[in-house]
């Protein structure tokens, strides 16, 4: 069908909660000047302490790179971020439990 798909990763120590009822929504304003709301996914495992901790899962979904790209911030050459909202992730879910670490 030709929809490109990319893995996206998200550390949380809320795992079992995530995985029993989707993605909840966060907000704040994330170094800028206004609130933002999502659920922030990388395009990489990331390192766990961005998720919580030593104690952190990382979490993975598949969506299409062309509904993800909208919503990608650029802040890091070391990987692609996105905050994506959470009502919208669920569709493509549940996310799996990643081997990858």
Do not use: C
Not at 35 to 59: E, Q
Not at 61 to 84: C, H
Request: proline fraction near 7%; avoid cysteine; glycine fraction near 8%.
């Amino acid at each position: 069908n030709g929809l490109r798909t990319m893995q996206l990763y998200h550390p949380t120590i809320h795992a079992t909660e995530i995985l029993r009822d989707g993605f909840g929504e966060t907000s704040g304003t994330y170094l800028t000047e206004s609130d933002n709301s999502g659920v922030w996914l990388y395009d990489r495992p990331v390192d766990n302490r961005m998720g919580g901790g030593d104690d952190a899962v990382m979490l993975v979904v598949e969506m299409p790179e062309s509904i993800v790209v909208a919503f990608e911030w650029v802040t890091s050459p070391a990987y692609r971020q996105f905050l994506i909202p959470a009502a919208l992730l669920n569709t493509y879910g549940p996310p799996r439990v990643s081997e990858e670490l």
